[in-house]
């Protein structure tokens, strides 16, 4: 598919003189991310990952952090950033007590301190070392004394990052399973680094997951709780190494994450969709449709932490419109492509010039 049509769903969006924004809740981290240059020995500075691990392997015993910038980050923060630049109505609710986390462009509720995160910079690719907060003993009755839990069912859509780091956000998942919601609700759920995640803690996820996803209509209409996993490739070889332990894949399958694979995966784990996210393509599954949509070409990549977060927030977006599959992980493609390319949230209008001058289709 070409990229027109999200290209001309935003052209009408900016040139509309209706103001109909979207109501997204992005929940639940934060973090302050120290960015830094990474010099050797010999005053050099170290252009890639590869070249530090070579200094190391070859006896290097001091190397300098040279301090580039704060910035706020975490995985809600960067989603909720997206989906504001977009001109959604966001609601963020996160662990947020730090000056560089203040002076967010809209409604941001804290729950506590956020996480610290060294990102050694490099030419296009970054390292990130945790140095990981209080967030791990975050709980439901947290996020519920900070907003109403009426606000998060009511919303248009909900993003929940950073399961992995933040493991209270199952109590989250649990309390949309028992609760009675009689429209449409998508939850996406980008659940981290599920590569380093126990099985046995897996299963449970996927379980609660399972039983918070109450529709049982198509992805673009219905009622209820919508789960969408989203993930990135070396996630869904994770996830799906727990959730299809049965070898119902082919030999082939681990060539490539196609269509029959997601919505094999999708089936297993009894939930609305899957999304699969690379810098190749993003390939999605629902309960009555598939789809695969090429990633656009980056000459020169400018930065990696971060993209994710933002095809997490166009997904968020796009899904909140009830717009198709296919055009949902578009518009998640061209979000995180942009970053990548510039360092720089895109809104509609540098996302109209962006799709403009990269799409080859």
Do not use: K
Request: charged letters at 25%; glycine letters at 8%; one cysteine or more.
């Amino acid at each position: 598919m070409s990229y027109d049509d999200v290209r001309t769903r935003l052209e009408h969006r900016s040139s509309s003189d209706a103001d109909d924004p979207r109501a997204i809740v992005a929940l639940p981290d934060g973090s302050v991310d120290h960015w830094y240059d990474v010099v050797g020995e010999q005053g050099e500075r170290l252009e890639s990952p590869a070249a530090f691990a070579r200094q190391l392997e070859s006896g290097l015993e001091t190397a300098s952090l040279e301090p580039l910038a704060v910035r706020p980050g975490g995985q809600a923060v960067n989603a909720a950033v997206q989906a504001h630049a977009l001109g959604e109505d966001v609601t963020l609710v996160g662990h947020l007590d730090h000056p560089a986390l203040e002076g967010l462009p809209f409604d941001a509720r804290s729950m506590g301190c956020p996480a610290h995160i060294r990102v050694l910079s490099f030419d296009g690719d970054e390292l990130l070392l945790a140095e990981p907060g209080p967030a791990d003993e975050w709980g439901l009755e947290d996020l519920l004394s900070v907003v109403d839990w009426g606000r998060l069912v009511g919303a248009d859509a909900l993003c929940c990052p950073n399961w992995v780091s933040v493991r209270g956000l199952t109590a989250v998942f649990e309390r949309l399973g028992s609760s009675a919601i009689d429209r449409r609700l998508p939850v996406v759920v980008d659940p981290g680094a599920l590569e380093t995640v126990e099985p046995a803690a897996l299963e449970g996820f996927f379980d609660a997951l399972s039983r918070a996803d109450s529709s049982e209509s198509e992805l673009e209409g219905g009622s209820g709780v919508e789960i969408v996993l989203s993930v990135n490739p070396r996630e869904f070889e994770a996830a799906a190494a727990v959730a299809l332990e049965d070898g119902s894949e082919t030999e082939s399958s681990a060539d490539e994450i196609t269509t029959d694979r997601v919505n094999s995966l999708r089936s297993a784990l009894e939930v609305s969709a899957v999304v699969s996210h690379g810098s190749d393509a993003a390939v999605g599954a629902t309960r009555s449709s598939t789809a695969g949509v090429s990633m656009l070409e980056i000459e020169s990549p400018r930065t990696s932490t971060g993209a994710g977060d933002r095809f997490s927030g166009g997904l968020t977006c796009a899904l909140a419109r009830e717009w198709p599959l296919e055009t949902a992980l578009v518009l998640g493609n061209a979000c995180a492509a942009a970053f990548v390319a510039s360092a720089e949230t895109a809104t509609p209008e540098t996302l109209r010039s962006f799709i403009r001058e990269h799409d080859v289709a």
